[in-house]
């Protein structure tokens, strides 16, 4: 809900602009990587996942990036629209047969009109 | 949607009392998970089943106990709330562990006085 979105980092963009949201992790043995959205009094959404083994992997107005060499991962919002106005966060699976999902903070992203 | 049900959708309740929530799922997922969110923290896993009968400790399972009798019923109960356990609750299914994506509920807002 609403608390879900206090001390994070924001991103404020204009409509119709894009918007680039970044994660940062630490496990150089990370395997896949996972985009969610999560809106005010909702679940997370996902969005667009991708492996170690790719750089890049475009959705639908999105694009996740993966720069292992740096740990960094960003998704990349074109045209941003009022309705992409959430949260969003990263997540990465630590590698190998077992192992859960480890959840970063997250980022709000406001859309003005 | 994936078919995730939780309740109750929002709860308070005195602290030293018993609390449970349900998740309920219709899609034959094998796993099944409980995380609490909290300002400041990425999603933190307390629990997570594997199977009928089969769970494991998550992050911060202490004060934590859960449940799975049937496939599609995930129960995490309280047993004695305490003020700290103030938190949003999500329940998340995935057909596998770690590498893909999980589908979370909706959620269930819990306060404890």
């Known amino acids: 809900g609403e608390s879900v979105g206090l001390h994070l980092p924001t991103l404020s963009v204009q409509e119709g602009d894009n918007s680039i949201i970044n994660c940062a992790y630490s496990?150089?043995?990370?395997?896949?990587f996972i985009w969610y959205k999560q809106e005010s009094g909702k679940g997370p959404q996902f969005i667009i996942d991708?492996?170690?083994?790719?750089d890049k992997r475009q959705g639908q107005r999105v694009t996740v990036l993966l720069n292992k060499t740096v740990k960094h991962l960003s998704l990349q919002i074109a045209a941003t629209q009022p309705g992409d106005s959430a949260v969003y966060f990263c997540?990465?699976?630590?590698?190998?047969?077992?192992?859960?999902?480890?959840f970063g903070k997250g980022t709000k992203l406001s859309v003005k009109p | 949607d994936a078919g995730i049900t939780q309740s109750p959708r929002h709860k308070v309740t005195e602290t030293g009392t018993p609390v449970t929530l349900r998740c309920h799922q219709t899609?034959?997922?094998?796993?099944m998970y409980w995380y609490r969110q909290d300002p400041g923290h990425g999603l933190r896993l307390i629990h997570y089943?594997?199977?009928?009968?089969?769970?494991d400790k998550g992050e911060v399972s202490d004060g934590y106990s859960v449940s799975r009798s049937k496939t599609e019923d995930f129960l995490l109960t309280l047993e004695s709330a305490t003020s700290s356990q103030t938190s949003v609750y999500f329940c998340?299914?995935?057909?596998?562990?770690?590498?893909?994506?999980?589908?979370f509920g909706d959620g269930t807002r819990l306060s404890i006085l």
């Open positions: 496990n150089s043995a990370s395997d896949y």
């Open positions: 089943s594997y199977g009928v009968k089969d769970t």
């Open positions: 997540a990465d699976h630590p590698g190998g047969s077992q192992g859960n999902l480890i």
């Open positions: 998340a299914i995935s057909e596998r562990q770690g590498d893909q994506p999980q589908h």
């Open positions: 899609e034959n997922h094998r796993y």
């Open positions: 991708i492996r170690s083994n790719m």
